[in-house]
């Protein structure tokens, strides 16, 4: 059956209309600001300023702690840690994220923690959701960590950069980070330094890691 070069046209023309909403679909997807991290985003430095403190003055008792071999027991809110990442990550020598990742935040939950960043580009820019779950293994100073899924905006997807950036984010650090072999890079086994220097040299061992909504508890023995 012949077919006309107008029916032709029109066909051509509404397939590519079709592909246009889809691709403008899948970019309104990809740009979508998830509540939890915009809610993060938009709050002042201000509002962090007591938590921020407070975060401070723990520091600085787990560091006397450990000058005097004292056991840890200490508990970190979401507040705190999001009020460090809000305004004392930025431009610190010592800690540095990768080009093109900013504004990280962390949501604690019970069974699962989200990490919250934006990746920014020339011409683009997504929020990236990991959502994952954290706990402590058998092996010594060993915490497994699950990705569960990652969202760009509110799309679905298999991020290889995120992947790479986490791995090479943990070696700068002096991680010791391993993926766990057949998962994908699904799981991960990171193993926290058992020896640490505050004056002198000191053993830790962390005995539990109790996560809740909106906060992490955190014990270990110090030798």
Known sequence: MKMSWRKFFYILLGLGVLVILVALYI?????????EYGKELRRPPSAYS??????????DDIEKDLR????????LTQEQINGWLATQLKGNSRVSLPSGIESPRLILGTKRQTVYFTI???????????????????????????IESIHAGSLPIRLKRVFDEIESAMERSGVDFKWKPGTERTVANVRIPSRVRVKRERELQITDLDFHTGSVHVTAEVD
Not at 27 to 35: K, N, Q, S, V
Not at 68 to 75: I, K, S
């Open 27 to 35: 970019l309104h997807l990809i740009r979508a600001i998830p509540e």
């Open 50 to 59: 007591e938590p921020v403190q407070e975060l401070m003055d723990t520091v």
């Open 68 to 75: 005097l071999g004292y056991d840890l027991n200490y508990r």
């Open 120 to 146: 920014v580009g020339s011409k683009f820019q997504s929020a990236i959701s990991i959502q994952l779950s954290c706990t402590l293994t058998d092996q010594p100073n060993t915490v497994e960590l699950k």
